[in-house]
Antibody, heavy 129, light 108 residues
Framework: QVTLKESGPVLVKPTETLTLTCTFS??????????VSWIRQPPGKALEWLAH???????TYSRSLKSRVSISKDTSTSQVVLTMTNMDPVDTATYYC?????????????????????WGKGTTVTVPS | SYVLTQPPSVSVAPGKTATITCGGN??????VHWYQQRPGQAPVLVMY???DRPSGIPERFSGFNSGSTATLTISRVEAGDEADYYC???????????FGGGTTLIVL
């Protein structure tokens, strides 16, 4: 059974750096055709993709947040870490991590063939004004 | 950047068919995935590769993608289908994932 769980601070002050950890089980990031994504959702708003990392350590970031976000993985501990610098009240959101996988014959052709098949329950982060 | 447009809400009576649309420039040439998010819960994948259902998703859910619109159709709608639904594609030009604004399915 694949599970993911997000952990991190509930409250972050403006200008501080947020560090979130996604601890997963049921799969390994040393396997091909697998990765982990971070997605956030401000209260009452839509989902917003932040970043992803693949088993080969390929990383991609949201263009709008690229200068503030970093993603890394620790295969030995089954964890993926997201850091976001210079936090602002507009970053208040529920942050999710999700496994991304590919089940197509075209997986090597790129991220377009991947989908987020299992999500964590999310962790809420508040940045007070 | 690439934009996906969804209607804010769709209302349907129980037992009827609901169609949720996702519009985008040339979306028919992209691969669309759909997620269901019930209130207070994390999103759940309900459709991938335009038309494929994950295991555990009822056959009542189907997908289609052509031209400038992708659709998620839910037949014989039940009260438990009431949720927000999001479409998603990979924007190869911008090299990033894009979500639609979400559609709230209201079961009357």
């Amino acid at each position: 059974q694949v599970t993911l769980k997000e952990s991190g601070p509930v409250l972050v002050k403006p200008t501080e750096t947020l560090t979130l950890t996604c601890t997963f089980s049921g799969f390994s990031l040393s396997n091909v055709k697998v990765g982990v994504s971070w997605i956030r959702q401000p209260p009452g708003k839509a989902l917003e993709w932040l970043a992803h990392i693949f088993s080969n350590d390929e990383k991609t970031y949201s263009r709008s947040l690229k200068s503030r976000v970093s993603i890394s993985k620790d295969t030995s501990t089954s964890q993926v870490v997201l850091t976001m610098t210079n936090m602002d009240p507009v970053d208040t959101a529920t942050y999710y991590c999700a496994r991304i996988r590919c089940s197509s014959v075209s997986c090597l052709s790129g991220a377009r063939y991947y989908y987020m098949d299992v999500w964590g329950k999310g962790t809420t982060v508040t940045v007070p004004s | 950047s690439y934009v996906l447009t969804q209607p804010p809400s769709v209302s349907v009576a129980p037992g009827k068919t609901a169609t949720i649309t996702c519009g985008g420039n040339g979306i028919g040439s992209k691969i669309v995935h759909w997620y269901q998010q019930r209130p207070g819960q994390a999103p759940v994948l309900v459709m991938y590769y335009d038309t494929d259902r994950p295991s555990g998703i009822p056959e009542r859910f189907s997908g289609f993608n052509s031209g400038s619109t992708a659709t998620l159709t839910i037949s014989r709608v039940e009260a438990g289908d009431e949720a927000d639904y999001y479409c998603q594609v990979w924007d190869g030009t911008g090299d990033h994932w894009v979500f639609g604004g979400g559609t709230t399915l209201i079961v009357l």
